[in-house]
Structure formats: structure tokens, C-alpha cells
């Protein structure tokens, strides 16, 4: 089975800093990788996914993510975060083949401070 | 397109009380799926759902029942509630399984509370 890691619990940055979340994942074959964003109080939307092809993926609100399949990872990143950045990001993983397995990582929750 | 929306969005239960949630979506999706979330522990899968007539168990199933009669509904049932199970819960879809087919499509949730 699967498993996702989210070092990061809690982040706080300033107003344009730049954001990097940590995302690793454990499992032995292909996966689809997603980033999920939930904003307070609100349900879960999704920032990007990854399928195929080029490993760096652009999602909504500026953020984007590098799969780095030789470290398993998938950070997400955005060059200048904003305060209405402030949420808890989720990072999920499931085998390319499916098998309804979505695993989230426990999330990692930002503030952005102005 | 509504998408997935849940019913209801907030309820306060006893303990023992039974409910059922329900979740509806219009996309004409084969799976559907009920993860609850508790803070510090992400999204887990409680059960799932291939289609029409057909239910598994997840990751924490006990203490929960569902059933898919139709398609676009997915109901989930607390038969007693425990406090434990105060968390809350989000209800998904997706076209199915492999692939582009993978990516899921959640609901707005339902915060309950049992005490």
C-alpha cells in the first residue's frame, strides 16, 4: 500500500515570500499525484494534478509542482504567496492502475501573514 | 452542473443516536467514495463505491454502513454514534478507476458532532 509524507505540519510566511511544501510518497509503482487546497471553513478543491508527460505542473492561483520521480516527491511551490494563501494543503497519491486508493498525507497548514 | 453536494452540512448527534448522510452527484460518475477527516490526520477512506449496487470497505469502515441503490446517490449510515466519530465528512466521485479516471471530485462536507 501506498503512503504520503507531509513534513511540514505548520508554515507561516510573510506576505511574497516564496512557498515550498514538502510532498514524498511511498510505493513501487507509477502514480497519479494531486494537491489538494481547503480554505477555512470550506470543503476541498484542487490546486493541480500530475498524470504523464512533463513532470513540472501548473495549477490554479499561481502554485505549481515538480515530480521528481527518482525521489519520489512532488513539492509544491509558488513564488510569492499572498494572505488569501492561508489554508491547509493536502498532498494525495494513487497507483496509476487505480484501485480506489486515494492516500492523503495529513496536510500541512499555511498562514500567510501580512 | 451542481457536482457533489452532501446533506446535511452541520448536525449535532447523541450518543447512540443513528443518521444518515447522504451524497449526490450529477456527473454521471461509476465511483463514489466517503472519507472522514480528523485534524492531524488527513483524509481516510471509510467506504467506496464501484457503482450501482455495489459497496467496499476502506481504510476505518466500523461503525459505519452504506448503500448505493442509485447511481448518483451514496449514503452513509452511523447506526450508533460514538463520539469518536465526531469528524468531518466528505463525500467524492470519479469516473472510475485508472488514469485520468483517478482524480476525484469531493463535496462540501458535513461537520458532525456527537457528544
Known amino acids: 500500500a501506498q503512503s504520503v509524507s507531509q513534513h511540514n505540519h505548520h508554515v507561516i510566511l510573510s506576505e511574497a515570500a516564496s512557498l515550498e511544501l514538502g510532498c514524498n510518497y511511498s510505493?513501487?509503482?507509477?502514480?497519479?499525484l494531486f494537491w489538494y487546497v481547503q480554505y477555512p471553513g470550506q470543503h476541498l478543491q484542487l490546486l493541480l494534478k500530475y498524470f504523464s508527460g512533463d513532470p513540472l505542473v501548473k495549477g490554479i492561483k499561481g502554485f505549481e509542482a515538480e515530480f521528481i520521480k527518482s525521489k519520489f516527491s512532488f513539492n509544491l511551490r509558488k513564488p510569492s504567496v499572498q494572505w488569501s494563501d492561508t489554508a491547509e494543503y493536502f498532498c494525495a497519491v494513487i497507483p496509476t492502475g487505480g484501485g480506489n486508493k486515494l492516500t492523503f498525507g495529513t496536510g500541512t497548514q499555511l498562514k500567510v501573514e501580512l | 452542473n451542481a457536482g457533489v453536494t452532501q446533506t446535511p452540512k452541520f448536525r449535532v448527534l447523541k450518543t447512540g443516536q443513528s443518521m444518515t448522510l447522504l451524497c449526490a452527484q450529477d456527473?454521471?460518475?461509476?465511483?463514489m467514495y466517503w472519507y472522514r477527516q480528523d485534524p492531524g490526520m488527513g483524509l481516510r477512506l471509510i467506504h467506496y463505491s464501484v457503482g450501482e449496487g455495489t459497496t467496499a470497505k476502506g481504510e476505518v469502515p466500523d461503525g459505519y454502513n452504506v448503500s448505493r441503490l442509485k447511481k448518483q446517490n451514496f449514503l452513509l449510515g452511523l447506526e450508533s454514534a460514538a463520539p469518536s466519530q465526531t469528524s468531518v465528512y466528505f463525500c467524492?466521485?470519479?469516473?472510475?478507476?485508472?488514469?485520468?479516471?483517478?482524480?476525484?471530485?469531493f463535496g462540501p462536507g458535513t461537520r458532525l458532532t456527537v457528544l
Open positions: 456527473m454521471n460518475h461509476e465511483y
Open positions: 467524492a466521485s470519479s469516473y472510475g478507476s485508472g488514469g485520468t479516471y483517478n482524480e476525484q471530485f
Open positions: 510505493y513501487g509503482g507509477t502514480v497519479n
